[in-house]
């Protein structure tokens, strides 16, 4: 009498073992071949990261700081990033023909914003109708001191009401960035940024999300307090007294 085909249970304890009874069942299609290790995909993406960060530890530095690590550093690496770092200045240099808030006229709008984007990104501040926007007050004092720092980026404002007309004053203050003659980002309030207690930080953070300065770029505030910061720690380090070795109360 022949027997129904019934499909037989194989004990299985752990199919991704590394043992020969679960090399025969993959042999023989009864369970899956074992999926390759991550481990030495991780490893080769640690051992890159690490190459990447130690050929950019200098990234950021300005010349000062570069001269700071004459004695630690190879020379030849070193007078690449002088070289580097002054070629970006010469060029930021060159870009900043700006240094100053534009008050645009609507009639002058298309050739002051839309046009001038083929340059340089162009950023428009819509501000409050009536005056009495607390947030439009905050972007106006960081408008004049973003507009002075970063020379290379056209910053221009204008209220929102002559701007376009029944512009809803809920909405200020609006910001629009500009580049390549189409409008590239918009905010619109100041509640994807921290609202009336927004800081000119995070408007830099913009600038640098939205390509217009580069992540290292020394003008950045933050990149400044940093530096003030490891200053400061490297006077304390420097100032702090040493021990008299005679001074001490095991008499």
């Excluded at 530095?61 to 570069?66: A, T, V």
């Excluded at 910061?229 to 095991?250: F, G, Y």
Aim: charged share 35%; net charge negative.
């Amino acid at each position: 009498m022949q027997m129904p085909d019934v499909p037989v249970n194989v004990p299985i304890d752990d199919p991704n073992a590394d043992t020969e009874w679960n090399d025969i069942l993959r042999k023989h299609g009864v369970i899956p071949e074992k999926p390759p290790s991550p481990t030495p995909m991780i490893q080769e993406a640690l051992e890159e990261a690490r190459r990447l960060a130690h050929e950019n530890r200098l990234e950021g530095k300005d010349l000062d700081e570069l001269a700071e690590l004459e004695d630690d550093e190879d020379e030849e690496f070193l007078e690449h990033y002088r070289k580097k770092r002054m070629q970006e200045l010469s060029t930021v240099e060159t870009a900043s023909v700006y240094n100053q808030v534009y008050h645009l006229q609507k009639p002058d709008y298309s050739r002051d914003v839309t046009d001038a984007s083929s340059k340089a990104y162009v950023l428009v501040l819509l501000t409050s109708s009536h005056g009495t926007n607390g947030e439009s007050r905050v972007m106006i004092e960081i408008w004049r001191e973003l507009a002075k720092r970063f020379g290379d980026v056209k910053f221009c404002q204008i209220r929102a009401d002559l701007c376009i007309e029944g512009y809803p004053e809920r909405n200020t203050p609006t910001v629009l960035v500009y580049k390549d003659g189409d409008i590239k980002k918009q905010l619109v309030t100041l509640r994807e940024l921290r609202g009336p207690q927004t800081k000119a930080e995070d408007v830099e953070q913009l600038l640098v999300d939205i390509g217009a300065v580069r992540i290292g770029d020394t003008r950045l505030r933050r990149n400044q307090t940093d530096q003030d910061a490891d200053a400061s720690a490297s006077k304390i380090r420097s100032s702090k007294p040493t021990a008299d070795p005679d001074d001490s109360d095991w008499d």
